[in-house]
């Protein structure tokens, strides 16, 4: 693939000269406009920027100005419903990437029409395999919609690419003979198949096979490949209750489910109606995840304990174990990172828990040696890859590398070490799933190690005198 975009003149003039009246462009779907945008920042990355101030003449113009000077319609004019497509469309045309890019390429008469093909281009085509695919848009208006918008944002030319592309896509949906790799050969090979099959990364595909065995990985690809919910934790200690909860959401029209965990309700759609009705403003409830919650309920805090919270910002664990020590005990909350420990003592106030919450801005490292206070319980929730999380986060499965998390390893390493010499009674360390291996075979003190939702809990005693890891 090579550059950004060049812009197409006709509708990179449109908002140049004295008018500033938005120019409503009714021949391009909306949604799909700023969602190709989006999926083109996210791809070219700083490219992206560059054009935007080429164009935009350093004037700090965002994606949206992008579209609305090149596609000519106001971004303002997205309504609610555009914005979640848009969400919807990014967030999955992204988790399938390597999938839907696959299928591209073998309709391409020939490999070096897709690895030249122009970058807005793709991202319109690949918007078009996933209505088509994973959203099941009547294939009339994805075609349409799609051909119009590469003709319109391009030149007629590409337009015609599009149709001719999704039209044989459909032919082979609907015959049920789309190209997929067979999964055969060494590990190597078989990997690389799951990994187009799977749309991951032929690194985790192989880690995860290694760590987890091959039924465990495809399970867990098929979690990440998932359409992710978000979970709401009720604030009790502002006297709230789940009920209240659950009403106030069935009042908003947002669905829910009701979690394994008292005070937990699941919801899929529906947050942007939870956060204009300022359910979290006025502290009835966090987003947190539930896999949170159940690190807090294997802590299990009880009245009258101390804790330290070692790597607590921007804190939801913090806020929830302070809240079950029902206003007796206290929760250190230790961190390197001043601005996210700021949010959290200001959640602290919302959540009326300031008087059991105390900030602690530092290293642990540097902290755990020369404190001499010791704890009841200590949390170590250290900073981790969010492998655990990629239902939720489509896009970091293919920014992260493996040596990122060779890197975080060591820094788990160190952080655990700080933690569990100088705060040596219990230590409870929660970590995605990324090295969850390595630390089990690494850590003798290990009494329960549970792996739940993408989250590996370690439960330790005493002082940890590891042997060297197997990194
Ligand atoms: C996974 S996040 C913690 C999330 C938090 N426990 C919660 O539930 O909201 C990891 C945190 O570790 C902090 N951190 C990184 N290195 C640190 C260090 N050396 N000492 C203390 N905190 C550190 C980061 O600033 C980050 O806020």
């Not at 090579?2 to 500033?20: C, D, E, I, Q």
């Not at 609610?80 to 999938?99: E, F, P, Q, S």
């Not at 695919?133 to 030149?155: C, M, S």
């Not at 655990?416 to 799933?433: C, G, I, K, N």
Request: glycine share 6%.
């Amino acid at each position: 693939m090579t550059g950004v975009p060049k812009l197409n003149p006709k509708f990179s003039t449109k908002r140049a000269g004295t008018s500033k009246v938005p120019i409503i462009n009714f021949e391009v779907s909306h949604h799909r406009a700023v969602a190709a945008v989006r999926l083109l920042r996210a791809d070219k990355g700083k490219a992206f920027v560059d054009l935007l101030n080429e164009k935009a003449n350093d004037s700090g113009e965002n994606e949206m100005g992008y579209v609305e000077r090149t596609l000519g319609f106001s971004t303002r004019h997205l309504d609610d419903r555009d914005i979640r497509l848009v969400t919807v469309i990014v967030a999955g045309t992204v988790r399938w990437k390597r999938y839907i890019d696959y299928l591209i390429m073998s309709l391409c008469s020939e490999e070096k029409v897709f690895s030249n093909m122009e970058p807005l281009l793709l991202q319109i085509l690949r918007i078009g395999f996933f209505e088509i695919l994973k959203l099941n848009v009547p294939a009339y208006a994805v075609v349409d919609e799609n051909v119009r918008l590469a003709k319109v944002a391009l030149r007629p030319g590409a337009g015609n690419m599009v149709n001719a592309i999704l039209r044989k896509l459909l032919l082979l949906k609907e015959t049920d003979s789309l190209p997929l790799p067979n999964i055969e050969g060494d590990d190597r090979a078989q990997a690389r198949a799951l990994s187009i099959i799977y749309s991951h990364p032929v690194w985790m595909v192989r880690r995860w096979i290694r760590f987890l065995g091959k039924e465990e990985a495809l399970k867990l690809m098929n979690w990440n490949n998932s359409d992710p919910y978000f979970s709401l934790r009720v604030n009790t200690t502002n006297g709230y209750t789940r009920d209240d909860l659950v009403n106030r959401l069935e009042d908003l029209q947002v669905h829910y489910e009701k979690s394994i965990m008292d005070e937990f309700v699941r919801i899929r759609e529906g947050m942007q109606a939870v956060l204009q009705a300022g359910l979290l403003k006025e502290g009835m409830c966090a987003v947190q995840d539930e896999s949170a919650g159940f690190v807090v309920s294997v802590v299990d805090p009880q009245p009258g304990e101390t804790i330290m919270d070692c790597c607590a910002a921007p804190g939801g664990k913090t806020l929830f174990m302070a809240s079950r020590l029902a206003g007796q005990g206290k929760v250190s909350a230790l961190d390197i990172n001043k601005g996210r420990l700021r949010i959290l003592m200001e959640a602290a106030k919302c959540h009326n828990l300031d008087d059991i919450i105390t900030d602690i801005h530092g290293d642990l490292r540097l902290y755990a040696k020369e404190s001499t206070v010791k704890y009841d319980k200590v949390l170590l929730d250290a900073p981790c890859s969010g492998l655990g999380v990629l239902s939720k986060r489509a896009d970091l499965r293919w920014n992260r590398q493996f040596e990122d998390l060779e890197e975080l390893v060591c820094l788990q390493d160190e952080l655990l070490d700080s933690a569990s010499l100088s705060l040596p009674h219990r230590v409870y360390m929660d970590m995605f799933l990324q090295n969850s291996s390595q630390m089990m075979v690494s850590i003798p003190q290990v009494q329960l190690s549970t792996l739940w939702m993408g989250h590996l809990l370690l439960v330790l005693s005493g002082q940890c005198t590891r042997t060297p890891t197997t990194r």
